[in-house]
């Protein structure tokens, strides 16, 4: 197995410090993909490696595992909809960032890897460092200075060394680019084995509704991994024969950093030459600030594969202010799930699919971070 490059297929060794395309600064992919066979879970596994033999080949001794995913199915009502949630802030540091996490660590306990560099809007970091803590690995994290004070506080507590980076989520990016050549970029936005960990999301699902899919799916949406795992996932188990059709997937954005939806409405990915661009050369940059910090994301470099999977499904996106979140969240906690604002923005963007969503669909919301990070947030 070895990354390749999603645009111009050069490939590069799984070993590689390269995080990115050095030829054409494209994100790598993975060059091989993995087939899902029913036979080959391990049921007696409650974690996400009940899938290992999907996921990407590891030794036993290398794999760093706190219990993440197989995470509970429970019912929500909102504006008369029944809803189905995917509990992901049952997870070890507090966000469905564990999934991806746990992979991408075993992986780097495997290459040998002493040191880190990540920058993250805070849930990604904390689980980088918690799983690194976990697996002896140092870490070095940038993230906003004014992201939330809690997931600053977990950062530190798991004894990673915290950069706070003054300005919008990308300059933390930067930073922590800029010293990837010295450690190595375990990033949660770059690295293909990281997503690999994501889609696991999609099979257990599958599992939970008795060898079903959703008919949608929404999702908070800031750098898409929530999209672009379950289209793995759900595409692994249609490729096994096992599913017909892979759910809608609705992204939701916060309306005031909303690459995604300005690509969409304007049909950006279906220009002729779209890949020639990023979205630096196609809209505005904009870094205003909104509650769901979590998606706050700008620039997000897989935005023409996020487009693409969300059209081939039959889905769209959707942009939600911070009122709105704070009214799902508040909906949510009134039905006993406490949940942080950019786990909320999908809920939000329940009441604007009514016309895209059927009554009779089967709708599943992956519930992304644990309220206890935003507690600060009342009204
Ligand atoms: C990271 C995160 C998201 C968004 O994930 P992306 O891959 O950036 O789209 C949503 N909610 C929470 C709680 C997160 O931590
Ligand atoms: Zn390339």
Request: hydrophobic share 40%.
């Amino acid at each position: 197995m070895r990354f390749r490059c999603s645009l111009c297929q050069q490939h590069y060794p799984l070993h590689t410090r390269e995080w990115r395309c050095s030829r054409c600064q494209s994100p790598f992919e993975l060059d091989q993909s993995f087939a899902f066979k029913r036979s080959k879970i391990d049921k007696r596994v409650t974690t996400l490696w009940r899938y290992r033999a999907m996921l990407p080949e590891l030794k036993e001794k290398n794999i760093v595992s706190l219990g993440e995913g197989w995470t509970p199915l429970v019912e929500a009502v909102i504006e008369g909809r029944r809803i189905l949630c995917k509990l992901d802030y049952f997870s070890p540091t507090g966000s469905f960032k564990d999934r991806g996490t746990t992979v991408l660590v075993s992986f780097l306990k495997e290459l040998g890897i002493e040191t880190v560099v990540e920058d993250s809007s805070g849930n990604a970091a904390a689980s980088l460092a918690s799983y690194c803590a976990r697996a002896g690995i140092k870490t070095k994290i940038f993230a906003p200075a004014d992201a939330s004070p809690a997931k600053l506080a977990q950062i530190k507590i798991f004894g990673a060394e915290l950069c706070p980076i003054e300005g919008p989520r990308e300059k933390s990016a930067k930073a922590a680019q800029a010293v990837a050549k010295e450690f190595y970029y375990a990033s949660h936005v770059y690295n293909p084995i990281w997503l690999e960990g994501i889609k696991t999301y999609a099979y257990e699902l599958w599992e939970q509704l008795d060898g079903k899919a959703p008919d949608a799916m929404v999702a908070p949406a800031g750098h898409g991994s929530l999209v672009r795992g379950a289209y793995k996932g759900f595409a692994e188990l249609q490729s096994a024969g096992l599913i017909k059709r892979i759910p809608r997937l609705y992204a939701v954005q916060a309306e005031i950093v909303a690459p995604l939806y300005k690509a969409w409405t304007k049909k950006l990915d279906q220009l002729q030459d779209y890949w020639r661009h990023n979205l630096v050369d196609l809209l505005p940059g904009q870094t205003f600030s909104t509650i769901a910090e979590g998606i706050a994301v700008s620039r997000p470099p897989h935005w023409a594969k996020i487009l693409h999977f969300i059209r081939d499904t039959g889905g769209s996106v959707v942009t939600v202010s911070d009122k709105e979140i704070l009214r799902a969240r508040n909906a949510m906690a009134h039905q006993g799930l406490f949940i942080e604002p950019s786990s909320a923005a999908a809920i939000a963007g329940l009441s604007k699919l009514k016309d895209q969503i059927k009554p009779r669909d089967l709708v599943v919301v992956l519930l992304t971070g644990s309220g206890l990070k935003s507690s600060t947030i009342l009204s």
